[in-house]
């Protein structure tokens, strides 16, 4: 056992694991509850939404980069990409030089979907988003994420937050506001 002395009690970081983990909890299951809100006119659920975003984002991706990214199993990620594909969604493929990884496309049906659901989405029906406007409000910005960022980025490790930071770089680059809806430019 490493007998060097811990610059925290043991007591702190009890506290603070169980501060994250019973707000992590209360947080997920409002952004669940907003999530299937949204995508429920679609017949999607939240697997299957973040199957088809990840497709779209990364232009293509392995089973393999779909479960890493979508924080799922990997026969999480197969059985509901098989889904999105038996609905013309997403398609299958495999590279020459590569027959051991399955790899998946988003269709143009699935593309369609998806830029539907982004030009749907309605912010006034989001608790969370709601949540944190009274901060948006109070200082002039929505709060901060980089803590959580960080976390993660030790966690799940840079690959993970690279796709993270490109998915909202590519809604901030492809897309345009028109009234109070999101269009693809």
């Given amino acids: ?18 501060r994250i983990a019973q707000l992590s909890k209360a947080l997920w299951k409002s952004v669940e509850k907003d999530w299937q809100q949204w995508i429920k006119p679609y017949d999607l659920n939240i697997n299957e939404h973040h199957i088809l975003s990840i497709a779209y984002h990364l232009k293509g991706a392995s089973i393999s980069e779909i479960a ?7 026969s999480t990620a197969f059985n509901f990409s098989k889904k999105l594909e038996e609905r013309g969604l997403l398609v299958f493929s495999k590279k020459e030089d590569d027959k051991r990884n399955t790899y998946i496309e988003i269709t143009k049906k699935g593309e369609e979907l998806l830029l539907q659901l982004m030009e749907d989405y309605d912010p006034e029906s989001n608790a969370v988003f709601n949540g944190a406007l009274a901060i948006r409000d109070f200082y002039g910005k929505f709060p901060d994420t980089m803590d959580l960022i960080a976390i993660l980025r030790h966690i799940y490790g840079k690959d993970f937050i690279d796709i993270f930071e490109r998915s909202l770089t ?3 680059e492809e897309f345009e506001e028109v009234g109070d809806r999101i269009y693809k430019k």
Wanted: proline share 0%; no cysteine; charged share 30%.
């Fill in 1 to 18: 056992m490493n007998e060097e002395k811990k610059d925290y009690s043991m007591k702190e970081a009890l506290i603070f694991s169980q």
């Fill in 68 to 74: 890493k990214f979508g924080v799922m199993h990997v």
């Fill in 170 to 172: 590519n809604i901030e």
